[in-house]
């Protein structure tokens, strides 16, 4: 086998990372022209579902502390940087992606965490980052040899295949709405949306995502007090259809989050020509480039100023602005990723 990705992720399609190895795993399939010899490593109650990306091994627990188990290859790809399952340096070379240093941040700057990191970055022949903001990161918080192969490969957009759906989503509002997705989690700062809110009087916000966290809890409160239940629509998981049909139909997409690797929710908002409201803070600025309105700060009313500025801007420079953002969004390939990612893998071999 020339090639193992570590997909324990796929476990849960839906989630930020789980939607990365799906997309990514189909589109290698597909672009593996030459052809290299892949293999994928994940947990065997998902064998059936994804029998197509072809050979598939099954996921052990105790392979965490037992490594020389793992199955055997040339290349051993971790596609996260928080993966448990780290081949010995005597079993092949070594590929790791990083996505972001959140885990260090949420744990008050866990300097625990950054020594782990450090020594997978080590044992690493070559990283692969999804952003230049993380890579630049990364450089600053670790040591990185210079002499490490070091690539910065952006995620894809996967809308573009999904089949248009004219069905409207059973917890969709009347009338306009602006739109936010992303697991309803304290990173994500959804709750600087209730004050914002507040200030206008028909205004509408929907946002998906999985509501299992404290903070889920917290924010639903938070709505109810301020009487914004009608308004402000938590929906929970949504289909691709479903996802589909939001970005196509909203007014605007906004996206208050304070950490984030990447950022794939912007790009797909990005596809469908919306007018982008994002927080300034990590990633973000790197995907919305000049064609995003940023908050710089949470305080309610600059957010208000900032959302009524760049909408008037938006509606007085529609044609254009939408072209441009239609024509950025073609930057972010899961095609074009998987064809670097599978260069990558040439290049070690």
Known sequence: MDVILEFEKIKDPYCGLGQWCLHLGNELVQNNKDPLSLGFYLPKEKFQKFSYLGPLFPLRKFHRQLPFFLPKTKIWHSVHQDSRFIPRECSGKFVLTIHDLNGYFERGRDEAYLEDLQKKIKRADALTYISKFTKTQVEEFLEVTKSKPSYVIHNGISLKKCAHSQERPKKAPAGGFLFSIGTVVPKKNFHVLVEFLKLFKDLKIVLAGTLFH??????????????????????????????????????????????EGFGLPVTEAMHFGKPLFLSNRTSLPEVGGDLAYYFEDFEPQLMKEVYDKGMKDFRENKPILVRKLKERSLLFSWENAAKEYLEVYKNLL
């Open 214 to 259: 404290s903070y889920a809890s917290d924010l639903k409160r938070k709505i109810l007090e301020a009487g914004l239940e009608d308004r402000f629509i938590l929906c929970g998981e949504v289909t691709e259809e479903e996802k589909y049909w939001y970005y196509e139909n909203c007014e605007a997409f906004i996206f208050p989050s304070l950490f």
